[in-house]
């Protein structure tokens, strides 16, 4: 019959209608600032930079190899190495960055710099409220804004951060494994130089 | 002084309580050349107050409804429950930067936004809101209706040509070539009740719709058989005369941007805006009028305790909840369905709807008008609608180079 | 002759002026619905409501449309250039003089109309009208339907898409 498909779909809508007053669960949207989604695991913005222990600068993971900053495809990495060389997390000497900026007004939120770090020093942050007053400088973040403590990251993104902690858990025992095997190799070394000696 | 005041106020009482001839004690008091002139702005200034705030408050309401519908909330920010949303609205369209198109040409493209709402609003000026509520009481009021509508298309015209812009050209193609359709059976659906009233004036056809002495259901022209297929034409007609969804192809935003308009920024939006709603308005009051008794309550017990005016704005409202309804409900159309409808299936109905009528007014016996009249429209209908639907084309896939019989 | 109507003649007398003498088609064509509007303020000025609301329902609602229509599907509202004054002025304004003569002619040999009575004799109401049309007329209006009717019919064959031409079967 002709029209009855208007009148199907009129239906349609009206349960609508009156469903989203007497239904919360129809509603598709949330008010945003009041109510919030939680954060999706693999959701990503942009890239901060992870520290271990208390100090954000001091115990930052990078060791400004700067292959993010050759990588980033919008070049919006700019890395300036320190002149000295100070004990890493894993207590080896290493550079660490004098500075460390990201445009996330240039950033695509690619995570290529996150693939390539080989030191699980740059992660992608959740955070995505990041309008400024101020177009350029606001949108400049330094090493500081960028440092995050790994606490952080393990709240973001728990599963993929018990990885990485375990995998640099496991590198750490092995260096330490090695440097005692060093150790105890340069220990007896004395002992049977002073034998030759003898 | 105090006499003014007072009498103003009984005007005021007057006109809530639905008493004959509000301005009759006020009047002698204005100086005698200036009567005239204060009667007539008595006249217009509500109906300059009233539709516009109708009009913003069906803007709110039109959004939360569509976003009811789409399961969503709509609106809910600005004052209570969203509904002061019409005033952060009109303030940003007032304080926008008006921009003309340095191609355009200036003195159309300025008399385009007036051209259709001094139109509008003068359709007003004949409807019957109320038992004493009659701006102008027109022996023509019908024809003065549909001859002032008819000249709002020249405004979209002049909007679409004067903009200088392929887009707003295309849209005032569109939106002409609509309403030139849609007014054909606009009219021809009007014109059964003025066949069944035989008059023109609008106050009259609406006297015709009461319930007759002792009678407990008014008569209302939609309750016979060509009054409700005339209302659903009109109502059809309507939405198309208004440019509104299913019907919108002139704004069409997915094609055309926003049609004739698309070079208007800022309070002349905003006029279009308006326009485009006080004409919807004027089509539903007109409907009500015509169909739906005007200001008369279906039953005629209830029009001692509520008055007049308030059943033909419940009527009004009820019409624009429907319009938004049908808004959230069907997609746009396109423009050969649009011409379509109009020409191969509206315009035999509204005809036969004529027919209809006429045997209605020469059948002496109630039982035989009803059913021949009925008959005669569900026939064309059925007949019509079977005959214009496309045959299904859907069958068997055919493969152009894979053999046939392989799945 | 009230102080409304000359205005109105007035607005109506630039408005003509317009649509003869101004250089683009579209804005001749906006002129010349002035004038129809003006037209039925005028009729409406003097209490001929029918006449006033038939002319603009038919003369802007439809005749001008359809001219507007005719000039955007042709060559569009461009500005057209050619000379302001051409030869053909001199045929138009022998054409013009002739008319004006004839309509003098008719003037003065007419009986002036006589003066409305002060309320005495009532304007015909509108059913007046109606049936005046629809029963004593009626041939006339039939016959002006008819008309109409054909030239519709004959506006729809031309418009009508030529069938392609039968390519031959492929066998």
């Known amino acids: ?198 | ?407 | 002759m009230n102080g409304l109507t000359i205005i109105l003649s007035l607005l109506v007398i630039a408005s003509a002026l317009g649509a003869v003498a101004l250089r683009n088609l579209v804005h001749c064509a906006l002129c010349l619905m002035g004038v129809f509007l003006g037209l039925a303020a005028i009729y409406l000025c003097l209490d001929a409501q029918f006449v006033g609301l038939v002319q603009i329902l038919v003369y802007v609602g439809a005749v001008g449309i359809l001219l507007v229509f005719a000039i955007l599907l042709t060559r569009g509202g461009g500005a057209e250039l050619s000379p302001f004054f051409s030869p053909s002025w001199a045929i138009g304004a022998g054409a013009a003089a002739l008319l004006a003569l004839i309509m003098v002619a008719a003037i003065l040999k007419t009986d002036s109309l006589p003066a409305p009575d002060a309320g005495g004799a009532e304007l015909p109401t509108l059913a007046q009208i109606g049936k005046r049309l629809m029963q004593e007329d009626v041939i006339v209006l039939e016959a002006m339907g008819l008309l109409l009717t054909a030239a519709a019919v004959g506006a729809i064959v031309l418009a009508m898409p030529e069938p392609p031409p039968k390519k031959e079967e492929e066998a």
């Open chain 1, 1 to 198: 019959m002709l029209g009855t498909g208007i009148i199907k779909g009129m239906v349609e809508t009206a349960r609508n209608f009156v469903g989203s007053y007497t239904d919360k669960e129809r509603l598709t949207t949330v008010e945003y600032p009041e109510e919030r989604i939680p954060a999706k695991e693999n959701a990503r913005q942009f890239p901060f930079l992870v520290f271990d222990g208390e100090d954000p600068q001091a115990g930052l993971r990078c060791v400004a190899c700067q292959i993010c900053e050759k990588e980033c495809p919008p070049q919006c990495i700019l890395i300036v190495k320190d002149t000295t060389k100070k004990p890493d997390y894993m207590g080896k000497m290493q550079f660490q960055p004098k500075v460390f900026d990201i445009d996330i007004s240039v950033c695509m939120s690619c995570q290529i710099c996150v693939e390539v770090c080989p030191f699980e020093a740059i992660k992608m942050d959740t955070e995505f409220e990041l309008s400024r007053g101020d177009r350029f400088g606001g949108l400049l973040v330094n090493k500081t804004g960028l440092a995050k403590s790994n606490a952080h990251y393990r709240r973001i993104h728990p599963a993929e951060a018990a990885e990485v902690d375990s995998r640099l858990a496991a590198e750490k025992a092995k260096a330490e494994a090695k440097a005692k095997a060093a150790a105890a190799a340069a220990a007896p070394a004395p002992a049977t130089a002073d034998v030759s000696k003898k």
């Open chain 2, 1 to 407: 002084m105090m006499d003014w005041i007072r009498e103003f106020l009984g005007m005021l009482w007057k006109t809530v309580s639905d008493q004959p001839d509000p301005k009759a004690a006020f009047l002698p008091l204005i100086p005698e050349e200036w009567r005239s002139e204060t009667s007539v702005l008595l006249s217009i200034a509500p109906l300059m107050m009233i539709f516009p705030a109708l009009f913003a408050l069906t803007t709110v309401v039109e959004r939360k409804g569509l976003g009811r519908i789409q399961n969503r909330l709509g609106p809910n920010r600005v004052g209570p429950a969203g509904f002061l949303q019409f005033a952060a609205d009109g303030l940003k369209t007032l304080t926008k930067e008006d921009i003309v198109p340095r191609a355009a040409d200036q003195l159309v493209h300025f008399l385009a936004p007036l051209a259709l709402v001094v139109p509008v609003f003068l359709t007003f000026s004949v409807l019957p809101f109320g038992r004493h509520l009659v701006p102008l009481d027109l022996e023509s009021g019908l024809l003065f209706f549909f001859a002032i509508g008819a000249a709002t298309e020249l405004s979209v015209f002049m909007a679409g040509w004067a903009s200088r812009n392929k887009y707003s050209l295309l849209g005032a193609l569109r939106a002409v070539a609509q309403m030139v359709s849609y007014e054909i059976p606009l009219i021809l659906s009007a014109l059964t009740v003025v066949m069944a009233t035989g008059t023109l004036s609008l106050p009259q056809i609406v006297d015709a719709q009461a319930a007759g002495n002792g009678e407990w259901l008014a008569r209302w022209h939609v309750f016979t058989p060509w009054g409700f297929f005339g209302f659903a034409l009109f109502l059809v007609a309507a939405c198309a005369e208004a440019n509104r969804a299913p019907f919108d192809l002139p704004e069409g935003e997915s094609e055309i941007i926003a049609g004739y308009y698309l070079e208007y920024s800022g309070f002349k939006f905003a006029l279009f805006f308006l326009g485009e709603y006080l004409g919807l308005f004027a089509a539903c009051g007109l409907g009500i009028t015509l169909f739906l008794g005007g200001w008369h309550a279906p039953l005629p017990i209830l029009e001692r305790w509520i008055p007049s005016y308030a059943w033909f704005f419940a009527k009004l409202a009820a019409l624009i909840g429907l319009f938004i309804w049908v808004r959230g409900t069907l997609p746009r159309v396109r423009m050969d369905q649009l011409m379509n409808l109009a020409w191969k299936f509206m315009l035999p109905l509204a005809l036969v709807n004529l027919l209809a009528v006429a045997l209605w007014h020469f059948l002496p016996n109630p039982l035989a008008r009803w059913a021949a009249s009925s008959i005669l429209l569900a026939g064309a209908y059925v007949g019509l609608g079977r005959a214009l639907m496309p045959p299904s084309r859907i069958g068997k896939r055919v493969y152009r180079y894979a053999p046939q019989d392989s799945r």
